[in-house]
Structure formats: structure tokens, C-alpha cells
């Protein structure tokens, strides 16, 4: 089991972060020893400026929970991958030391195609590829041993009772047998080093925060450490109610604040998971919940543990024995975003060596239309609604260029140059965004990122559309299906930019590599649509 945050058993200081008190030297020693480390007084005093909902100690925790996570469905993926690896390379190598098995012929491929099923079944059954089990030492490794000996056992009673395997060489098969045993037992030693070395980083656990407080919340806290193998750390709690039914610390886990803060708690820390803590009876207070929640790049589960009930459709899991109703899942998650990443990697390689005659010739074009950087560099809004800098030609005037985005381009405006306009048609300012597809700040297909300061009617674009931070739950990219719909250029109207971040959402709901091939084979032909491009 993981070792939380906080000890329930610790004695509960009425001011839990009041100087000297027994919670406050907890938590000073557990986030000053994560990934990053907590941050300074300064950086602290500044995030408190720029996320006014949240408490000094709040932020405090949040930047003790930053660094990226690693997926467990990949992990274990890749250990089954290496497995058939290291059990197909050494029946090669076996061949090596038994003479009179001069060749691999097709009884040896055979007899390694049933080892390697098998082997995975094995496997399976022993639960070796199990965190909690990849955690443990010689119990791993005896688990390995005896998997892999029950598959010789029964390839030796075939061979026995029905003569299968019988031309194959005594002297391959111990040689087979014994090389991918050590190699099996090797590779399981490395995993135990990097699993470990990944929990104790923090790297390989799902942090939870509890939404909603009190009993129930306890009751909870209380039911989730008791599985003997959680992954599950509480961060922390968070709750609109302030009375004594929401009480500062419970079960030895602090209040950190109410649900805006939550969001903003969310987007400075690596959360995994919020667990919703709420009766299922209190139907309406959980559907506003969810509406403020459903924005952020998290899994949403709602505890079914308060009305003691049981299921078995999709829509529901269990950790351990308590169960969850599963209500949002985190996009593009795991493989799909290993799958996305390599999607990105290749395609936005083959975009530059392709097209960058034509970035060159765009280049020498800028230079020599007007004075000035060839590059604009502006701030837009990224994954989770971090800040990033993505790239563009320049296609203004120096001296008039907007990087705050505090003026929309519209058209025939006097701050674009004539190089400008062209490219800005023909969206070829956007082609230096590929290296930022590279750099891993953009997505090739995505929502398009937005400029922080973007606004209609005097109004930002997250007032004129209510869950306008949705479309953060994935990176932004460099086309996407708003642009393949129309939905690109000047956004003056409030239901221009309620269009675009509806196609967003449709984007990341049915998301698949299909989909991206979709939009990325349609862009260069969208592209001849320059109406509302300029």
C-alpha cells in the first residue's frame, strides 16, 4: 500500500496548520520531499497572486504534487512486450549451444509460440504484472521462476503422453529453458528498481482528492486505506460547505478549500483522480458539481460508498471493495496518448522535410517585406490552461504587433504587411508550430490554442461560453476539426466562438488516430476557404 499523505492515526491539531502543530510539521516534511520539492516563499507569494481562491498552504501542497505520472497500462504493456522479447530471442540463442539442433525449424517456432502463450497466461494468473506485485523482490521473481517452470512441466507432459516436441533437442530445450529463466529473473530485477524508485518519486501512485467532506468523506478515507493494495494518495480535500458538517481536517487530511479552488488547486498539482464524496440521493448538488468539475484533464469518480450500492454494468469500478460510478474518464490517456505522441513525432517530421522549402521561402519573404524578428512569439493557452509560447511568422509590423492578443485582426487591417496577409490566407504563419509539435508543448491535430488575453464584446471567451476550459482537457494543436468545419479566422460574434469550442469537445469525445488522419488529410483542402481568414 502506498503510504498517504497524512497519517489518520496522528493526533488531529484543532489549527492543523498553526505553527508547531503536529499536521503542519507533516506536511512541511512530506511535500518538501517529492519530485520538485516545495516551492519558495517567493514563487508561493506569487502563485497566491495569480490564484486568488487558493490558500498559502494550499498552494503550498499543489506545488509539492507536480511532475508527470507514469501510466501503469504502459508499464505493464511494456513488461509483457519484453517478456515475449527476451522468451522468442532465447530460444534463438539456444540454438547456439546444442549443435546437433543446427537450425530453428518449424517445430522449434512451434514449441516457442506455445511457450510464449502460455507463458503470458502464467504470468497472468501469478498477478506479476501488478504493481503491488512488481514491488516486491524475491516474491516476483519466485513468481516468475514458477510460471515459467510450469510451462517446461507441461510442454515435458505433452512430450510424454503424446509424443509432441519430440524431434526437438533435449540439450535446446534446457538451454532455452535456462537462459530465458535468467533473463525472465533479470528483467524483473530491473523492474522492482524502477518501480520502487517511481513510488517512492511519487511517479507510479493516483492522486485523489476528496470532493465533499465530513462523515461520509472519513468513512471514505478510512475504507481506501484499509485495501491492502491501494495506489490511491489523497492530496487533500476540498468542499463548498464551511459548518460542522465539513469540519478543516478529516481523518487526518486537510480541508484545502472550496470547489473554485479545487480547479485552480487542479491545474497547478498532477491530479489523477477526484472522488466525489456526495450521496447519489443529493441528485442536484452532484449535477452542479460536475459542472464546474467536468472541465479539468482528470478521471471523475463518484463514490458509491455512503449508499451501500453494488454494480455491474461499464459504468462502474471498484478499488478494492469500495465502489465508484465512473463519470468522467481523462482523455487520451495511457496508450492512446503514447499512440498519439509517436502519431505526432512522425507526421510533424515528415511536415518539415517536406514543406520547408516553403518555410525557408516564407522566411526570406518576411525578412525583406519590413524590419523586424522573422519569428512572433505568442502566449496561448496549452494543456490544463497552462501557459505555453507557440510560434508564428510574423505577419504584422514590428511596431505593431499584438502579442497579448488584445486586438482582434480583422480585415484589411492596417498593423498586417503585405507578406502578411498572404501567409496569414494561406495559414502558412501556423508552420512554425510543427517544432512546437516536436518540442511536445502542441498536438498536430487538436483545439486550437487561443491567446490568453482573446476576448468578443469585451468579454473573455471563457465568460461567453460556459465550459470553455473543457476544450484544455488535451493538448492543442496545429489544425483540428473547429478549422476543418469553417471555424477558423476572426472570431467577432459570441456564437463563432460557442461553434468552435463545441467542435472541440466533439473532437475530444470521439477522439481516435483515425480521426486525426481525418482532420489532417482534409486541412490542405479546408485550407482554399480563406473567407474569414485574414
Sequence with gaps: MNTPAFKPSDPVDPKPFSEGSPLGHRLEKHFRHTVHGAASQTNIEMLSAANSSLSTDAIEIAQGLGGKGVSVPVVTGILRLTDVCLIVGMAFAATLTAPQAAWFGLPNLYATGFAVLFALAFFQAADVYQVPVMRQGLSQLGRVAAGWTLVFAMFALLRSTTGIGAGLSDTWIGAWY?????????????????????????????????????????????????????????????DDRSNDRSPPVVAGYPKLGNISAL?????????????????????????????????????????????????????????????????????????????????????????????????????????????????????????????????????????????????????????????????????????????????????LVGPRPHAVNAHTDNKTWDDVVDGYFARHKVKPGVTGWAQINGWRGEVDTPDKIQKRVECDVYYIENWSILFDLQILFLTPFRLLNTENAY
Design 178 to 238: 535456462a537462459l530465458s529463466l535468467t533473463g525472465l529473473c533479470l528483467s524483473r530485477l530491473v523492474v522492482f528498481r524502477l518501480v520502487r524508485h517511481w513510488m517512492n518519486s511519487g511517479r507510479l501512485e493516483r492522486r485523489a482528492i476528496i470532493v465533499g467532506g465530513g462523515t461520509a468523506a472519513q468513512e471514505l478515507i478510512h475504507d481506501l486505506e484499509a485495501q491492502a493494495d491501494n495506489d490511491i494518495r489523497i492530496c487533500g480535500i476540498f
Design 263 to 443: 480547479v485552480e488547486f487542479a491545474r497547478l498539482a498532477r491530479i489523477d483522480m477526484l472522488i466525489v464524496c456526495i450521496p447519489l440521493r443529493a441528485e442536484q448538488r452532484v449535477l452542479e458539481l460536475l459542472k464546474k468539475l467536468w472541465v479539468l484533464p482528470v478521471d471523475i469518480r463518484l463514490s458509491a460508498h455512503t449508499d451501500k450500492v453494488r454494480f455491474r454494468n461499464r459504468g462502474a469500478s471498484f478499488i478494492g471493495t469500495v465502489p465508484f460510478v465512473d463519470v468522467v474518464e481523462k482523455p487520451i490517456a495511457d496508450w492512446d496518448m503514447v499512440a498519439k505522441r509517436i502519431f505526432d513525432l512522425v507526421f510533424a517530421t515528415a511536415a518539415i522535410i517536406t514543406l520547408f522549402p516553403v518555410m525557408i521561402a516564407a522566411a526570406i519573404a518576411v525578412k525583406l517585406d519590413s524590419k523586424g524578428p522573422i519569428l512572433f512569439k505568442q502566449k496561448r493557452y496549452g494543456f490544463n490552461n497552462e501557459i505555453i509560447e507557440i510560434l508564428k511568422f510574423r505577419s504584422m509590423y514590428t511596431e505593431m504587433a499584438d502579442p497579448d492578443a488584445k486586438k482582434v485582426v480583422t480585415k484589411g487591417d492596417p498593423r498586417v504587411t503585405r507578406v502578411g496577409r498572404f501567409i496569414r490566407k494561406t495559414s502558412i504563419d501556423e508552420l512554425p508550430q510543427l517544432f512546437n509539435v516536436l518540442g511536445g508543448s502542441l498536438s
